[in-house]
Nanobody, 117 residues
Framework: QVQLVESGGGLVQAGGSLRLSCAAS????????MGWHRQVPGKQRELVAS???????NYTDSVKGRFTISRGNYMSTVYLQMNSLKPEDTAVYYC???????????WGQGTQVTVSS
């Protein structure tokens, strides 16, 4: 089992920056991929960015060049640095961890990011 706790959300003006953090506990050593997803009411949750245990990263097109995902040692922590924020980035952001060995996916409780115009 893996537990995820997010922090760092909040209210920011357009053009501003926020940094999200996600701390993993439990069987964090077994995590292969960690990522950030976001969801707005009435829409499907979408992948924003992910980082694998080998350090490779992936971003959705709308955040490329503005967001940076990084991880701590042993996939125990993942960060999302969000710069040049836009109102359309407003959403609840969820941390996710994926364990390939058991094909298990874990989610944090979510943190609200609101970007005002």
């Amino acid at each position: 089992q893996v537990q995820l706790v997010e922090s760092g959300g909040g209210l920011v003006q357009a053009g501003g920056s926020l940094r999200l953090s996600c701390a993993a506990s439990g069987s964090a050593f077994s995590i292969n991929v960690m990522g950030w997803h976001r969801q707005v009411p009435g829409k499907q949750r979408e992948l924003v960015a992910s980082v694998s245990s080998d350090g490779s990263t992936n971003y959705t097109d709308s955040v490329k060049g503005r967001f940076t995902i990084s991880r701590g040692n042993y996939m125990s922590t993942v960060y999302l640095q969000m710069n040049s924020l836009k109102p359309e980035d407003t959403a609840v952001y969820y941390c996710n961890a994926f364990e390939r060995r058991t094909f298990s996916s874990y989610w944090g409780q979510g943190t609200q990011v609101t970007v005002s115009s």
